[in-house]
T-cell receptor, first 116, second 117 residues
């Protein structure tokens, strides 16, 4: 019940295209869903995050779509650029109650390659 | 404002040895979390420290232990190293108003790459 399942494992997109990465979770107590971007040799960096009170959040070329009933959320990268080539991780956590410490449960990651 | 810094960046140990990894949290942050990232996998939560006390632990054995100091820096100690402990160890800092949860906005360091032979 603590898992976050991410797909696809790898993705190749042409420059200017749309990259879509999907995640599904099981624990209905999760109420915070961030996406992290990780370049080789670097730590993950927060890209964008959403809470379940909204169905969509957009920041620049990055959009999170959230479907609470389906327990799924996705990352859309519009106008994908070669500089977006990285590994992307979805994550989830809960924040309320003494049993939750804000720990993140990460998906397995998606390696995105944007071809010029 | 300084980011999260970790040391050492790379180290090699042999089975059975002990290792200490260090982390300086980002300025203004009071909570430190440690994650283990195996090659090709997502980070896995080890534990979190708040106000110098462990404040949540993932599915890791007791030979993984930690400390948080008054300046909010932290150490991760691993005893009796096993081959499967080879991984990138990530430290992340954040700000929590109370001990019960935080914003989840974790800021990660670049990690310490541990190889166990």
């Amino acid at each position: 019940q603590q898992q976050v399942k991410q797909s696809p494992q790898s993705l190749i997109v042409q420059k200017g295209g749309i990259s879509i990465i999907n995640c599904a979770y099981e624990n209905t107590a999760f109420d915070y869903f961030p996406w992290y971007q990780q370049f080789p040799g670097k730590g993950p960096a927060l890209l964008i995050a959403i809470r379940p009170d909204v169905s969509e959040k957009k920041e620049g070329r990055f959009t999170i779509s959230f479907n609470k009933s389906a327990k799924q959320f996705s990352l859309h990268i519009m106008d994908s650029q070669p500089g977006d080539s990285a590994t992307y991780f979805c994550a989830a956590s809960g924040f309320h109650g003494s049993s939750n410490t804000g720990k993140l449960i990460f998906g397995q990651g998606t390696t995105l390659q944007v071809k010029p | 404002e300084t980011g999260v810094t970790q040391s050492p960046t790379h180290l090699i140990k042999t089975r059975g040895q002990q290792v200490t990894l260090r982390c300086s949290s980002q300025s203004g942050h009071n909570t430190v979390s440690w994650y283990q990232q195996a090659l090709g996998q997502g980070p896995q939560f080890i534990f979190q420290y708040y106000r110098e006390e462990e404040n949540g632990r993932g599915n890791f054995p007791p030979r993984f232990s930690g400390l948080q100091f008054p300046n909010y820096s932290s150490e991760l100690n691993v005893n009796a190293l096993e081959l499967d402990d080879s991984a990138l160890y990530l430290c992340a800092s954040s700000f929590a108003a109370t001990g019960e949860g935080n914003t989840g906005e974790l800021f990660f360091g670049e990690g310490s790459r541990l190889t166990v032979l």
